[in-house]
């Protein structure tokens, strides 16, 4: 056999061998799961699944979507009535937050489940601190002010109340702190249904809560280009573009919150992976 065959054959002999030596080891992404859709694993779907509350029926999906639109109404209606600012749009999620460490230990107090009673004790412990705060700003607005404390807290009291019921934004929060006892109430019962772990406020809070404080930051930057870009346009937090502007960014947010966690639910459930 000639030089050159014999060459050939050992390349062919070879190849198999280097070729089995070039193939990539398993991703740890690949170990934990796979992908139920984009970069998201099956194992993280259903933990944001539980996280959520679980299984959501059609009913509760309206009733979600009802809610939602409920409050973005009612928020229009006080933007247009009551000259509501951007710093209005807050107290809806600011009284749905209260409520929502009001409502878990009460509901401990009622239940008296081992798994909640932690939930319950931060919740407590925030209040504490929230009233040593609101003491310490009282008190020193009382000393500013050469009055009583007690005076001073009416006072502070009724110009709350006051700015909060000439805007119209009333109706929102009360509807917001139904809405997260609605919510606590819920997770209770899935709790004492499944077991641990508790899970309270979800995903459309959290991303309600992220983009009002993005506005927030973004704000003293329009102020800083606009002066560059639009002499004529002077930034105020009051004007109602930016408060129309973050109206409809918060009503997106709370939307696609509530649309990812049933797109996971539909592809959890195709797949056959969805949680009891």
Request: proline residues 5%; contains cysteine.
């Amino acid at each position: 056999m000639s030089r050159k065959k014999r060459r050939k054959q050992d390349r062919h002999c070879e190849l198999p061998h280097v070729v089995a030596t070039k193939q990539t080891p398993p991703t740890p992404r690949d170990a934990d799961g796979k992908l139920l859709v984009n970069k998201l694993t099956v194992k993280e779907a259903q933990h944001l699944f539980r996280l959520e509350g679980g299984r959501m029926t059609m009913r509760e999906l309206i009733t979600e979507l009802a809610t939602e639109l409920v409050m973005a109404a009612l928020v229009a209606r006080a933007i247009v009535v009551g000259n509501a600012t951007v710093l209005h749009l807050a107290m809806p999620m600011v009284g749905e937050y209260l409520a929502y460490v009001v409502a878990i230990p009460v509901a401990q107090a009622i239940v008296r489940h081992p798994d909640l009673k932690s939930d319950a004790i931060k919740c407590l412990r925030l209040w504490l601190c929230i009233t040593v705060l609101l003491s310490v700003a009282v008190g020193g607005h009382a000393y500013w002010n050469e009055s009583s404390f007690v005076d001073q807290f009416r006072q502070n009291c009724d110009a709350a109340w006051t700015w909060i019921v000439t805007s119209q934004m009333h109706w929102p929060i009360l509807l917001g702190i139904i809405a997260s006892i609605r919510v606590v109430s819920y997770s209770v019962g899935k709790l004492i249904e499944l077991g641990p772990p508790f899970y309270g406020a979800g995903m459309g809070c959290a991303t309600r809560v992220i983009v009002f404080f993005f506005a927030i930051v973004l704000f003293p930057l329009a102020m800083a280009f606009s002066e560059s870009f639009a002499p004529n346009w002077k930034p105020d937090i009051n004007s109602p573009v930016l408060t129309w502007g973050l109206w409809t960014l918060l009503l997106i947010a709370q939307s696609i919150a509530i649309w990812i966690r049933w797109d996971i639910q539909i592809r959890l459930e195709k797949s056959g992976q969805l949680p009891n």
